[in-house]
């Protein structure tokens, strides 16, 4: 197993893609059972999740002499960002205009600055020069709750127009963002997982490959994915290469995901069954339905 997943970070993967489901409450006890399956001792789940109650993202509340932990309000939030960003893996038709924003927040507000630029890159945004960020997408509500978050509207200028000279506008592309560095991601990720997709595919349909093992591969899976979202721009299709591979990474993450999904559902139910204080309260989950899989990747399958 990588030695790079810490602790909080699979923490908020399993906040993302199970226990915002189920009442968005845990019990610690369970959430360590959970965590030893990637090798994570009960000490380090204890301090992850201390750090993460500091930093206001998770909130605890006592019954009995059980300690439970849920999002704070912060949290989900961060959780609602996270799902609404998924979607910009959708290439979409491109209405011809660039978003530029352009800021000049002082020194003394550095922190504001360090954190706005990396709301901007998870948002999309390219960096065209100094303090100068772009973007094809039509992302004024995400700028304008940026603006409102941090109190900056007296630094920023938001505009949208066209570019002037008839060039290739995937040239721009290029001056902003790898795209050969994120499509060699894609094809990455592609020929990693699609080996292990064939082989945990029979695995499963020869009865081989335990709830457990489904649970973990399936977290993994999602943890690895999500990755994109904070690299790739979800450009529209018409500024995207001939020979891109998100779609193909798309489509593999949904197929491998649904083959997962009901074994390492029941694994999950299994370890929290017996906190019967918010088991699934969301009657509209569908583990079969990740936010990340949509009938837009099903279309480019065909």
């Not at 193909?248 to 197929?255: E, G, H, K, V």
């Not at 083959?259 to 069954?273: C, D, G, N, Q």
């Amino acid at each position: 197993m990588e030695k790079t997943l810490n602790t909080r970070s699979m923490i908020f993967t399993l906040y993302g893609d199970y226990i915002r489901h189920y009442g968005n409450v845990i019990w610690i006890g369970n959430l360590i059972r959970l965590l030893k399956e990637f090798g994570h001792n009960e000490q380090s789940v204890r301090a992850a999740i201390s750090r993460m109650s500091k930093q206001n993202w998770l909130q605890s509340e006592k019954k009995g002499n059980k300690s439970y932990y849920s999002l704070t309000d912060q949290g989900k939030s961060r959780m609602e960002e996270a799902a609404k960003r998924i979607y910009k893996l959708e290439p979409s038709s491109w209405d011809g205009e660039w978003r530029i924003l352009v800021y000049n927040i002082p020194e003394k507000k550095r922190h504001i600055r360090d954190e706005l630029r990396q709301e901007l890159v998870w948002s999309g945004f390219g960096l065209l020069s100094n303090s100068c960020w772009i973007t094809p997408n039509p992302l004024e509500t995400e700028v304008n709750n940026l603006i409102e978050k941090y109190d900056i509207s007296s630094y920023v200028s938001f505009f949208r127009g066209t570019k002037e000279d008839q060039g290739d506008p995937k040239q721009q592309v290029e001056k902003c963002w790898n795209i050969d560095e994120i499509n060699e991601r894609y094809a990455n990720f592609i020929e990693k997982y699609s080996q292990k997709y064939i082989i945990d595919k029979n695995k499963i349909e020869q009865g081989k490959m335990s709830d457990g093992s489904c649970f973990v591969e399936r977290t993994l899976l999602v943890h690895q994915y999500r990755k994109f979202l904070f690299i790739d721009p979800g450009l529209p299709s018409e500024l995207l290469p001939e020979k891109w591979l998100g779609d193909s990474a798309a489509a593999l993450f949904a197929d491998y995901y649904r083959t997962l999904a009901k074994p390492a559902t029941r694994f999950f139910e299994f370890v929290i069954e017996h906190q019967k204080s918010g088991l699934k309260t969301d009657d509209s989950y569908n583990f079969l339905d990740h936010p990340l899989i949509n009938s837009t990747v099903e279309s480019r399958k065909m």
